[in-house]
């Protein structure tokens, strides 16, 4: 993490802009990365690449490779600046388009994904990629308290499915960690 460490801290003093994590998520994210040896991890909402860079950096440790998924050109543009900046760019995959549209043609199981997006679609997100997801995969899901009015069909699919195992983070903005169970 060191040689990323000062582009992070330049692209906290834009969090707000860009409605990036906090340095916290971006430490639980790297830190659930390495403690499952993730190979494919899939990040719904790049923005400018602060928190791709998190899950990247811990990637590049674990041999694995990231898709990430950003609606918005200029936001994924900027991303692809600031992996190439700190020479994670081969290991990521960056997506323009909509999500929806995008995670079926994602072509991976997924170790984690990271949810970090249109609030109000997480539901579909997940839905859409659960079966993807292999048994003992993780699910992040950010901002769960703080826009958690957004998210009522999240909150209750991820605690009432059979599959999955979930619990609330009371970390920044509130992170759900759920974990696809082998049922």
């Not at 834009?14 to 899939?42: C, D, F, M, W």
Request: aromatic share 6%; hydrophobic share 40%; with cysteine.
């Amino acid at each position: 993490m060191e040689n990323y460490k000062s582009l992070l801290k330049h692209l906290e003093k834009t969090a707000k802009q860009y409605t990036n994590i906090a340095p916290e998520n971006g430490q639980l994210l790297s830190i659930l990365i390495r403690s499952i040896h993730a190979q494919n991890v899939l990040e719904v909402g790049t923005s400018n690449g602060y928190s791709t860079i998190w899950l990247a950096a811990a990637l590049k440790e674990t041999g694995g490779r990231l898709i990430t998924l950003e609606f918005d050109r200029r936001r994924a543009e900027e991303a692809q600046v600031h992996l190439q900046e700190v020479g994670l760019d081969s290991i990521v995959d960056v997506r323009i388009g909509n999500a929806l549209d995008e995670i079926p043609k994602c072509d991976a199981t997924f170790d984690l994904v990271f949810l970090d997006a249109e609030k109000n679609e997480y539901r579909r997100y997940l839905e859409l990629v659960l079966p993807s997801i292999r048994p003992g995969g993780l699910i992040v899901a950010d901002d769960t308290v703080t826009m958690r009015d957004e998210m009522p069909d999240y909150v209750e699919f991820v605690f009432s499915t059979p599959i999955l195992r979930s619990v609330d983070i009371p970390l920044d903005d509130g992170i759900i960690l759920s974990c696809k169970t082998n049922a």
